[in-house]
């Protein structure tokens, strides 16, 4: 609750123009928001600049923001930067798909069961491809609930969707992920 009071006043700040408080803010999601970046368009270098641009972005609509309006400041922020992304991608015309370097993805484990134990069976390479077979949106929701810990409502109110359509893309595409997953182990055996 303390967390939460601090950066309810970091943003209170903020809003009014205050440097330094957008400084702190800008610190403690600066790498959150780049990993969500870098998930989505598999370069560093391009992550990196699009993750500048969100903040830039956010300094200057900052005013904007209304706690009554948002779900939080973080789900302000992701839409910024999803809407980014997407105008990326509009722009390029071409899908770029996860970096398969096969590095470990540390993926926050929300959901206690066999959700958790795929997730954390994953590589970044398996992930990209198991990805590949879902739809845009439960890629989405997946990247934002698992990779970047945010709740069903902030999701939503980054996708401009209901709490309830959010958790039945979360379901739908945990179940395919379980498919994919359960597919290539039965293929392994």
């Known amino acids: 609750m303390i967390i939460e009071e601090q950066e309810s006043a970091l943003v209170t700040r903020a809003t009014q123009r205050d ?3 957008f400084t702190q803010l800008y610190q403690i999601y600066f790498d959150r928001i780049y990993r969500y970046i870098r998930l989505k368009l598999g370069n560093p270098i391009d992550a ?3 993750t500048s641009a969100v903040f830039c972005n956010a300094w200057r609509t900052i005013h904007n923001f209304s706690p009554q309006r948002e779900s939080s400041f973080a789900a302000w922020l992701f839409r910024l930067a999803h809407n980014a992304v997407v105008d990326r991608f509009r722009s390029m015309r071409d899908v770029i798909s996860l970096d398969a370097s096969g590095e470990r993805l540390a993926i926050r484990a929300i959901l206690p069961g066999p959700e958790a134990q795929i997730e954390r069976k994953l590589t970044l390479y398996e992930l ?30 980054i996708m401009g ?11 739908r595409a945990i179940e395919s992920l379980r498919r994919v997953m359960l597919h290539r182990r039965d293929a392994a055996d």
């Open 19 to 21: 440097h330094d408080a």
């Open 48 to 50: 990196e600049d699009l």
């Open 128 to 157: 990209s491809t198991a990805l590949d077979l879902l739809t845009e949106e439960q890629r989405e929701v997946v990247l934002l609930r698992f990779v970047e810990g945010l709740s069903a409502r902030e999701v939503g109110d």
């Open 161 to 171: 969707k209901q709490e309830g359509a959010v958790r039945g893309m979360q379901f």
